[in-house]
């Protein structure tokens, strides 16, 4: 990558950490902040059996963390040129387009990122806030099932296709919701 780059190892579920880290950089504007963390679990749960701890720690590391990071890191972000800030969500996150059903712990732990993420940048106006979904892509998060595998993109087209929208994003479209290709998506 071009540019100043320095690599910080954080376990975003510990608070005191994340607290840490932004002590040490206090004087250090972030253009673009991008809250990546995520976990998939429970993909074979129903309505009838899942396991609560699993939907907890789903919630904890998507939805609760990345609200963490952005209250810790937002004067960071305020002080830079771009002042954006990134939640790496997911079309199942979607409540409009859920039409398949399932997913209930990763569907509702993305859907709730997405209502704290806009509440954020409602909070935050002096921020571009926005939560990008990166399609389905081949991470680990997929590995293991060989049809969605098979139907996935490479990660290269994911992330170059995100790195264009955050580029582009304006004021305007501060707690908007949008596909790696830039198509804005329903909430």
């Known amino acids: 990558l071009a540019g100043r780059v320095s690599v910080h190892a954080l376990d975003v579920t510990d608070r005191d950490a994340l607290g840490a880290l932004a002590r040490e950089l206090a004087r250090t504007p972030i253009d673009v902040a991008i809250a990546n963390a995520g976990i998939l679990a429970g993909r074979t749960m129903t309505a009838d059996s899942f396991d609560e701890a699993a939907w907890a720690a789903l919630f904890r590391v998507n939805t609760m963390a990345p609200l963490a990071f952005a209250a810790a890191f937002a004067p960071h972000v ?10 790496i ?7 409009t387009q859920n039409l ?10 993305k859907a709730a990122l997405n209502s704290v993420w806009r509440a954020f940048a409602v909070d935050h106006p002096e921020l571009i806030v926005a939560a990008l979904s990166p399609g389905r892509t081949q991470t680990d ?23 264009k929208v955050i580029a582009g994003l304006a004021q305007a479209d501060t707690g908007g919701f949008f596909h790696f290709d830039g198509t804005r998506l329903a909430f």
């Open 141 to 163: 998060m997929i590995r293991d099932d060989m049809e969605r595998w098979a139907g996935a993109q490479a990660p290269a087209t994911s992330v170059g296709g995100m790195r």
């Open 100 to 109: 398949q059903g399932g997913h209930y712990l990763y569907r509702s732990s």
């Open 78 to 87: 305020a002080a830079s040129g771009e002042r954006k800030m990134i939640a």
């Open 89 to 95: 969500s997911s079309w199942v996150g979607s409540i």
